[in-house]
């Protein structure tokens, strides 16, 4: 079946440093890719909707210039956290969808010291 | 805007009995899709069971089943014979027919099972 990657899948970096996250669609393309972000015991907020070969679309109140998406390829796309604090810290999933179908990847824990 | 809430942050139920996770939205919408996922330790996201707004008929899967009462917009699943197994964080989703890109979660219910 269809399978999304996340890699890595726990990092921790230090205040100010910015990390990258990939999210992968190992068998299948995936024209839209969504990244969301979740607080422990808390559901998953949309971030952004990832669109291969345009600008994400980000939602209300999230920075886009701090949160960089890129979605290179119709099999990746990538979130870049820029200059991250202590408060970015949290979990991060991407979700892609094929035909009517979503696919979850496992998720990022990032940790900012 | 639709929404949906899921009033239980937390439920129990003992290991072979039967648990009803609750769940409510609201849309103006007639057409759309209706999801239970299930959030385990592992974070991993796992679909349990969906259904599509214009069938009357409750979906069930092994031992999931909803209860799907459109007017009350109401989505309720019940889990039989439950298992350890079956302890995780469960979200009940909304999805639109008409922007499939937005999937909106409720806040999740935790479910612990008992031996």
């Known amino acids: 079946g269809a399978v999304v990657s996340q890699h890595p899948s726990w990092v921790i970096c230090k205040s100010g440093t910015s990390v990258k996250i990939e999210c992968r669609s190992l068998?299948?393309?995936?024209?839209?890719m969504f990244w969301y972000r979740q607080f422990p015991k808390q559901s998953l907020m949309l971030m952004a909707t990832?669109?291969?070969?345009?600008?994400?679309?980000?939602e209300q109140g999230v920075e886009k210039d701090k949160f960089l998406i890129n979605h290179a390829s119709l099999t990746l796309s990538t979130l870049t956290v820029t200059s991250a604090h202590p408060e970015d810290s949290s979990f991060y999933i991407c979700?892609?969808?094929?035909?009517?179908?979503?696919?979850f990847g496992p998720g990022t824990r990032l940790t900012v010291l | 805007a639709q929404t949906v809430t899921q009033s239980q942050p937390e439920m129990s139920v003992q290991e072979a009995e039967t648990v009803t996770l609750s769940c409510t939205y609201d849309?103006?919408?007639?057409?759309?899709?209706l999801f239970w996922y299930k959030q385990p330790p592992s974070r991993q996201m796992i679909l349990v069971i969906r259904?599509?707004?214009?069938?009357?008929q409750n979906a069930t899967e092994n031992r999931f089943s909803v209860n799907f009462q459109k007017a009350a917009k109401s989505f309720s699943l019940k889990i039989s014979d439950s298992q350890l197994g079956d302890a995780a964080m469960y979200f009940c989703?909304?999805?639109?027919?008409?922007?499939?890109?937005?999937?909106?979660f409720g806040t999740g219910t935790r479910l612990q099972v008992f031996p």
């Open positions: 979700r892609a969808s094929l035909v009517d179908t979503q696919y």
């Open positions: 068998d299948f393309q995936a024209t839209t």
């Open positions: 990832s669109n291969e070969g345009s600008k994400a679309t980000y």
């Open positions: 849309t103006s919408e007639s057409d759309y899709y």
């Open positions: 259904q599509e707004a214009y069938k009357q």
């Open positions: 989703a909304y999805r639109s027919p008409y922007n499939t890109d937005k999937l909106i």
